[in-house]
């Protein structure tokens, strides 16, 4: 029994190997950012310093010490600022016209392979990373079922504005922002901003947007308009159209930074 579970253990190895040099790593970093005020008035919130290393920074070291270095980086706003070698760029010039949805679209030459895409204003713990590289299912969200605790003294961020999935049986029902209720044999999670695709599942995700791009009209979901839609947008259109996305549960330090106090308590983490 030892001798085959250790087999079975390098089995696993090996086709985790094989498929982390086909992974390739999407950060979207093309939004502005108002409410850091002066700290990101003319530099991209993802290069924000977090003690000595930018918040992208941090995440591209975390990639590269888990063999991931296929990445690229969607810019918008002083685009120019960006000096990280061994990257793709890809300037997204119409961002000031669309949101999240609209920008990682302007990356989508780059989407051909199984692909792991992240907010650029997050910072998550090896702990975290690990459980969305090892998700085996087909299109999975890393979700947070302990998200509350993320909003104790967080007067700057309230609870209202967490982008929350309603989750029943390990299928996600519901992705959108204030989810309060719940039946009993459901729960309610955080998306915190990383989603990971197979291949497959990359190509119906880029064929269903560019079908909604030539026939939608009016409000998307909880967006007034498919090039205003958010992420979580999306994500509900293709639940709604069948598809089944998987919570990856996550269990780590993470921040989402988007006020001073964000700041501050991703500097406390990283310190830990």
């Not at 990101?40 to 591209?60: M, R, V």
């Not at 990445?71 to 706003?77: A, E, L, N």
């Not at 975290?128 to 299912?137: A, M, N």
């Not at 599942?201 to 791009?213: D, H, I, R, W």
Request: charged share 30%; hydrophobic share 35%; proline share 3%.
């Amino acid at each position: 029994m030892e001798k085959e579970f250790q087999l079975n253990q390098k089995k696993l190895k090996t086709i985790l190997l094989k498929n982390y040099k086909k992974m390739k790593i999407i950060l979207i970093a093309a939004g502005s950012s108002t409410r850091l005020g002066e700290q990101t008035y003319d530099i991209p919130k993802g290069l924000l310093k977090i003690n000595d290393k930018s918040i992208i920074a941090n995440q591209i070291e975390l990639f590269k010490k888990n063999n991931l270095n296929d990445i690229v980086i969607i810019t918008g706003p002083n685009h120019e600022k960006f000096e990280f070698d061994d990257v793709i760029y890809i300037n997204d010039k119409n961002h000031k016209n669309h949101d999240v949805l609209g920008s990682l679209m302007a990356g989508e030459s780059q989407m051909d392979e199984q692909t792991i895409t992240t907010y650029s204003d997050i910072i998550f713990d090896e702990k975290i990373f690990d459980s969305i590289i090892k998700f085996p299912g087909e299109f999975g969200i890393a979700v947070d079922l302990n998200w509350e605790k993320n909003y104790e003294n967080r007067d700057q961020h309230p609870k209202s504005e967490a982008d929350n999935v309603l989750i029943n049986n390990g299928r996600i029902l519901k992705i959108k922002k204030n989810i309060t209720q719940c039946k009993e044999n459901e729960v309610i999670g955080e998306f915190i901003g990383i989603m990971k695709m197979s291949k497959n599942e990359v190509k119906n995700f880029k064929n269903v947007f560019f079908e909604l791009k030539k026939s939608h009209d009016g409000r998307f979901h909880n967006a007034p308009s498919l090039e205003k839609a958010y992420l979580t947008d999306m994500l509900q259109e293709l639940i709604n159209s069948g598809v089944t996305i998987s919570p990856i549960f996550v269990d780590g330090e993470w921040c989402e930074i988007d006020t001073p106090q964000d700041l501050e308590k991703a500097r406390e983490i990283l310190n830990d």
